[in-house]
């Protein structure tokens, strides 16, 4: 089901297709009221149980995450766990928060399990969509990703001929009306690539939100949105989804966090340190880490004097830099190391560039000092990069 009428390659939309559609179960969200049926069988039905997989098959492992997504006013669609706790399905699934409520998930709506077996998880919090890329967020409860699988999105464009696969929840009720809408499997190939990665395998309504899977990685390309050449009977000409390389970077920028898990590591952040302009002595030299970048620093007057001081192991390589425009004024830095008995000056770093760098491999565990100043009293702001390796 798609809200995209401009999209529709033939067939009009009216009152017949919402009737047979709100008969079998198969309404869209309040909110998303244009409705077509182009979800589409290709040629004559090509799907299979996900259940007649072996435990073991990558397909049916990789569909663990796949849920069959029931709303409140009768309407559902497919979704799948993309981390721990985050569900993706179709914008034109969940058009807004409102559509949540009383929304039901379930994991193993599969051929041969009892209703009362099928597994709700609760993914009551909308965290959002975006309509141009037609997929939504929602958080769920608890991890249930730990215990389903979670698929892994690939932003890879496939070549035309690629074999695919889409894990959906569907039944061909235009054959059978009261079919059960089990999980499916159904493969295909790449038939066509531009804004969309279109393919034959089959699909109908409730199929949208659907994972398109790679065959040779069972890593997830697209998420099913839409069919083209729909009739009055489900059958058509292809379905397409939208690609992973569209959707993964937007979620990045605009929902960073989501696709982070807890049990993955959280990248630490590189303190900042607290920059002074008393830091002119070795006792007041500001500490540096690791990776450290800071920018808008400067060499004020012409006694002026910027000291630092990093922690150093044997074996590690000090990289220090400063960049500045020797135009402005020429600045230096000197690099000393800590004895027992003192420091003692182990390098001197002076050109007529604008940027001075050093790279040096530390022989033991202790504390090196780097003095930026003038050279002959010069001023001049700069930046400063420093990183062990």
Not at 152 to 180: K, S
């Amino acid at each position: 089901m798609r809200k995209m009428m401009s999209k529709l390659v033939k067939g009009t939309v009216g009152m017949a297709v919402v009737a047979t559609m709100v008969s079998c179960g198969k309404t869209i969200p309040e909110g998303n009221a244009t409705f077509d049926g182009s979800n589409i069988i290709v040629g004559e039905v090509n799907w299979g149980e996900i259940t007649d997989l072996s435990s073991t098959d990558a397909k049916r492992v990789a569909g663990k995450a796949v849920a069959d997504v029931q709303f409140a006013n009768g309407g559902r669609c497919t979704g799948f766990l993309i981390s721990e706790n985050v569900l993706m399905t179709n914008e034109h699934c969940i058009g807004s928060a409102a559509d949540v409520i009383g929304m039901k998930v379930y994991m193993k709506h599969e051929k041969g399990v009892s209703k009362s077996a099928q597994e709700e998880i609760k993914c009551s919090t909308f965290i959002g969509n975006d309509p141009a890329l037609d997929f939504a967020l929602v958080r769920c409860e608890g991890t249930p990703g730990l215990k389903y699988g979670k698929v892994e999105l690939a932003e890879v464009v496939p070549a035309v001929g690629a074999q695919i696969y889409v894990v959906h929840q569907n039944c061909d009720y235009y054959t059978v009306r009261d079919c059960d809408w089990s999980k499916k499997v159904s493969p295909g190939k790449v038939v066509q690539v531009s804004d969309d990665i279109y393919y034959d395998a089959d699909t109908l309504g409730g199929s949208s939100g659907s994972p398109l899977f790679a065959a040779d990685s069972n890593k997830v390309i697209a998420i099913h949105h839409f069919g083209h050449g729909g009739g009055w009977t489900g059958r058509g000409e292809s379905n397409s989804g939208v690609p992973m390389t569209k959707i993964v970077p937007f979620i990045k920028s605009n929902f960073p966090g989501v696709l982070v898990d807890a049990d993955e590591p959280t990248p630490t952040p590189v303190p900042t340190p607290v920059f002074s302009d008393d830091n002119q002595t070795y006792a007041t030299a500001t500490e540096l880490e690791d990776g450290v970048k800071a920018s808008g620093l400067s060499v004020g007057s012409a006694t002026d004097i910027d000291m630092y001081k990093v922690e150093m192991k044997a074996g590690e390589v000090l990289d220090f830099k400063i960049k500045f425009k020797h135009s402005e004024g020429d600045l230096d830095f000197k690099v000393y190391k800590q004895y027992a008995s003192g420091k003692k000056l182990v390098k001197t770093v002076e050109s007529a560039s604008d940027d001075e760098s050093v790279r040096l491999r530390v022989s033991s565990s202790t504390a090196y000092y780097i003095k930026v100043y003038g050279y002959k009293g010069a001023q001049a702001k700069y930046d400063l990069e420093f990183s062990k390796k």
